[in-house]
């Protein structure tokens, strides 16, 4: 076996740009999984309801209807180190209020403005893709994240620790200081060690606050005739995408809750169950980019969807942690194929002259399956908000109406996915460089 097929072969790409996102995304992948899982108890302890959690979950992605194009267009055009870095600052900064808000509602505000940093995804996203060489994307993503999620192990199951034991108002807030902490590192690392890709670096386009108006012109009118020049492979990808979201969003927040109050987990177990899940995909991740290098990205997509068309609908039937275990690792199995196929076929189909603006439409391809606490990232495009804020605010009725409604919802999004992928969506016959 050549080199190139080996583990020590995936992992030979993980380096300069690629190894600093791997290093950066292993704190902030930690970080998110100390939180997200239980910030639906947080929503509860400061008053909110389950239709609430929904509003709070849905109103997170409006400000990137407006930041989204705006970061396309800066991330062609400036200095995508500069952006990226800039754009976590923000982030890191925005926790305080998570920290100290009183209610509900000033979460709602919170998430609504974290929404406005995703400026920095697409600029992040075409770093990550001009960094790998496109016969070994695949290989290349899934170490990249083999070596993100090394730390996030363990973070589920310390987070349900801590909120078991303080209370998920108190726990919340700790678990919020440890994110700030690690987003500000990730945020000076990036800074200081990434590298441009772009013939550009250094001699960057200024633009000043009177350029505004004409930016905006540009980059709004020049949306539809971008989507419309995309050619079918890629239109079809956006919308798997998009159905992909809409699954995740619409039983995301709920997760938890039904793991606790219909099957009757603590939380500490229900992050013990997502510390095997963390596990898992670790373990998967290296293997399954090799997988999907030598299946195809389109067959690999296909693959990891209909698992989990399978396994989400059976959560609701769970009579108890073991099968909890068991769904969710055979939803991880799924989350390591979908990811490196995904995000190896949208590089692979986008120019390298146009990513900014394209990913900043459709995401970097990081398509979501079966995540349990928190829906965005680099996968978001701005194609994606509007599904995404609906399903969000719908999961929070469907759950109140009926527990197990948002997990069929997802499974009818996965299944039209994997259609699309059948009838559409193909492999190119030369990867964009």
């Known amino acids: 076996?050549?080199?190139?097929?080996t583990l020590a072969?995936?992992?030979?790409?993980?380096r300069g740009n690629n190894l600093i996102f791997a290093l950066t995304d292993l704190?902030?992948?930690?970080?998110?999984g100390l939180v997200l899982p239980y910030v639906s108890l947080y929503i509860l302890a400061l008053g909110g309801d389950t239709t609430q959690i929904g509003l709070v979950s849905s109103i997170g992605p409006l400000a990137g209807l407006l930041m989204f194009p705006i970061g396309g267009y800066v991330a062609d055009r400036a200095s995508r180190v500069k952006v990226v870095a800039l754009g976590n600052l923000v982030s890191a900064a925005l926790i305080l209020m998570f920290i100290f808000a009183p209610s509900w509602e000033v979460l709602a505000i919170a998430s609504l403005l974290q929404g406005f940093t995703v400026f920095l995804f697409p600029a992040r996203s075409a770093l990550i893709a001009d960094s790998l060489p496109p016969g070994d994307r695949g290989r290349g993503f899934a170490a990249q994240n083999a070596i993100?999620?090394?730390?996030?192990?363990?973070?589920?199951y310390i987070g349900g620790v801590v909120v078991e034991a303080q209370g998920p108002r108190a726990g919340l807030r700790g678990l919020f200081w440890a994110m700030l902490s690690l987003y500000a590192l990730s945020a000076l690392i990036q800074a200081r060690f990434l590298k441009e890709t772009t013939a550009r670096s250094g001699n960057e386009t200024r633009m000043a606050l009177s350029d505004l108006r004409?930016?905006?012109r540009e980059v709004y009118g020049g949306i539809p005739s971008m989507l419309r020049e995309l050619p079918r492979s890629l239109k079809a990808l956006a919308a798997v995408i998009v159905l992909s979201f809409v699954a995740t969003a619409v039983a995301t927040p709920?997760?938890?809750?039904?793991?606790?109050?219909?099957?009757?987990?603590?939380?500490?177990q229900w992050g013990l169950v997502l510390l095997a899940e963390t596990i898992l995909k670790s373990a998967m991740a290296v293997p399954a980019g090799m997988l999907v290098d030598r299946w195809g990205r389109a067959a690999s997509l296909a693959a990891a969807l209909l698992i989990s068309l399978v396994s989400i609908p059976l959560f609701v039937f769970a009579p108890g942690l073991v099968a909890v275990l068991v769904i969710r690792l055979v939803l991880a199995i799924a989350f390591a194929i979908g990811i490196p196929s995904c995000s190896a076929l949208m590089a692979d189909l986008v120019p390298r002259d146009g990513r900014g603006r394209v990913m900043a439409a459709l995401g970097q391809g990081g398509i979501l399956i079966g995540m349990a606490g928190g829906v965005g990232g680099p996968g978001l495009g701005f194609v994606t908000i509007l599904p995404l804020m609906i399903a969000s605010l719908a999961g929070g009725y469907l759950y109140a109406w009926n527990p197990a409604s948002p997990w069929f919802v997802a499974a009818i999004a996965t299944g039209i996915a994997v259609l699309l992928i059948a009838l559409y969506i193909r492999d190119p016959k030369q990867?964009?460089?």
């Not at 076996?1 to 097929?5: A, F, K, L, V």
């Not at 704190?27 to 998110?32: T, V």
């Open 9 to 14: 072969g995936a992992l030979r790409f993980v």
């Open 148 to 156: 993100s999620w090394g730390l996030s192990v363990f973070a589920p």
């Open 431 to 433: 990867a964009e460089v």
């Open 27 to 32: 704190l902030g992948n930690f970080a998110r």
């Open 214 to 216: 004409s930016v905006l």
């Open 254 to 268: 709920f997760w938890v809750l039904y793991a606790m109050d219909h099957v009757g987990l603590s939380s500490s």
């Open 1 to 5: 076996m050549s080199q190139n097929r």
